[in-house]
């Protein structure tokens, strides 16, 4: 292990004057007072707190490339910063539950938002829908199998059917209950293989680590031509996919989450999120 | 959930880390008794796991095993076999992530040995097997036992190369570290809470005994 000279210095030194006090406990104590001394904020002057010029958006995987061009457009507009967390929208969920600071959450699920909604975390006043999406089936572009329905997903010589894990990932419990309208369900559970976020569905399409996977028709324009689309999952059968964005309740008074939320709902928001291939909700 | 990831995390990590106790005493002993060339080369190929971001390890691995990876293409195109998604692709994870740790113990192990008592076995008259097993092996036991504890609690902990190649199947290839991830994030924070207890616990065991195993007996 290498450590540079300066701190393993200081690490000899401390160590020999723990050993020279002979009085370990004492020594531990102190040097844990001196350390939380050392890091406290020291005081300063009152001074009047600087406008927070940065936003952080927490927002389910699949809207990642239309969230960072309406991020970029937002930050143009307004100078302040909008940092993404991506992932699946049930683990943002948790993450907001355990506290992580984010001012505005973007779900796949209704799910996941009404859970927030439910523990008083989301402003309820700020909750809408913004996006409507699809789900398809999808194979490796180069696949020999033909896959012209998913009632074809139940044949022989299709081993592995990849989809988001139902538990936490909106695409996932779309595509179970899309499955499980359509009576395979129970057929093709030993064949799935469950992904952390719809995005690692595609990734194991892509490489051909799966015979096909259910993703959202969105994701699709994603995977520079390495999949394709082999079945559009039939519509009523699963759904609808609506996206719900909201403030948290911790960024209730905090402008600029506002109208970051403005700028998705709005005209410019709905242009990006349709060259992405979202609907509209209306 | 608890019960499933116990076994598996039991078979993944015992069958790793038998194939590691091997593989690794066998690479350990040519980097400590023979020249080639490029050894400490081929020593940090070996060790690269260990300072890399596992999901980089496993990149590597999906490259390399993959159903379209560079040999993992020819093992699809012979058996129809691919290693993603079997718990077998758990034990290899397991297994590179914990074979430097078995190495340099090992190789540490091997080169504090006085080469004059493998000399002393040659004149003698016995071969370099019955040599290696008779004489080296059990001079170097004690740094090779602490390779193999210290690999074992490496592949008990394997997290971010299998969830890369091995996937997180639930009884197929989720281990215990996987399934507490997953109880976490799904919110099941008692099953959570049971698996970290006892992962705690072994890591416990794991520390004290290499520690017991290391010790040089004390002189009476």
């Given at each position: 292990m290498k450590i540079s000279s300066g701190a393993t210095a200081e690490l000899l030194c401390l160590r020999e004057a723990a050993r020279r006090l002979e009085w370990r406990p004492a020594f531990l104590a102190a040097l844990l007072v001196t350390s939380v001394v050392a890091c406290s904020p020291r005081k300063h002057p009152p001074q009047p707190a600087p406008e927070k010029r940065e936003i952080v958006v927490g927002a389910a995987i699949s809207l990642r490339e239309a969230f960072l061009e309406i991020g970029q457009a937002f930050q143009k507009q307004t100078g302040t910063t909008v940092r993404f967390s991506f992932g699946a929208s049930g683990v943002l969920e948790k993450q907001i539950e355990a506290g992580a600071p984010l001012d505005v959450f973007a779900s796949a699920g209704e799910r996941e938002m009404a859970e927030l909604q439910g523990k008083g975390l989301i402003q309820i006043s700020s909750r809408a829908d913004f996006a409507r999406n699809t789900l398809v089936l999808v194979a490796p572009v180069d696949a020999k199998l033909r896959l012209p329905?998913?009632?074809a997903l139940a044949g022989n010589e299709v081993k592995r059917v990849a989809i988001g894990n139902p538990s936490t990932v909106p695409a996932g419990y779309y595509a179970q209950q899309l499955l499980r309208s359509l009576q395979l369900w129970e057929t093709l559970e030993p064949k799935l293989i469950p992904a952390e976020n719809v995005r690692q569905v595609l990734d194991y399409v892509m490489r051909g680590e799966v015979d096909a996977g259910i993703?959202?028709?969105t994701d699709v324009a994603i995977a520079h031509g390495q999949v394709k689309v082999c079945a559009e999952a039939p519509q009523g059968k699963y759904g609808p996919i609506l996206y719900p964005i909201a403030i948290l309740q911790t960024a209730a008074n905090n402008p600029m989450a506002h109208s970051f939320e403005s700028?998705?709902?709005?005209?410019?928001?709905q242009t990006i999120l349709a060259k992405y291939g979202f609907r509209n909700t209306r | 959930m608890v019960w499933a990831a116990f076994k598996l995390s039991l078979l993944v990590v015992s069958v790793s880390t038998a194939a590691v106790a091997v593989v690794g005493?066998?690479?350990a002993f040519l980097l400590a008794r023979r020249e080639f060339r490029a050894k400490e080369l081929c020593d940090s190929l070996i060790t690269l796991p260990m300072v890399l971001p596992p999901t980089v390890t496993g990149y590597y691995l999906i490259l390399l095993l993959g159903r379209r990876g560079l040999l993992g293409r020819y093992l699809f195109a012979l058996t129809g076999w691919t290693v993603a998604f079997t718990w077998e692709a758990a034990a290899i994870a397991a297994g590179v992530m914990a074979l430097p740790l078995m190495v340099?113990?090992?190789?540490?192990?091997?080169?504090?040995?006085?080469a004059r008592y493998e000399l002393v076995s040659f004149s003698l008259g016995k071969g370099e097997l019955e040599t290696f097993f008779r004489v080296t092996l059990p001079l170097a036991s004690r740094g090779i036992l602490a390779g193999v504890v210290l690999s074992f609690a490496r592949a008990l902990g394997e997290f971010g190369a299998t969830l890369m190649l091995a996937g997180n199947i639930r009884g197929k290839t989720q281990t215990?570290?996987?399934a507490i991830f997953e109880a976490f994030i799904s919110g099941q924070d008692r099953e959570a809470q049971v698996?970290?207890?006892i992962l705690t616990v072994a890591s416990v065991g794991v520390i004290y005994l290499t520690n017991v195993l290391t010790q040089?007996?004390?002189a009476a």
């Open positions: 329905s998913l009632a993703v959202y028709s700028m998705v709902l709005g005209a410019e928001g | 005493t066998a690479l340099k113990s090992a190789r540490a192990a091997l080169e504090t040995i006085d215990m570290p996987l698996l970290a207890v040089r007996p004390k």
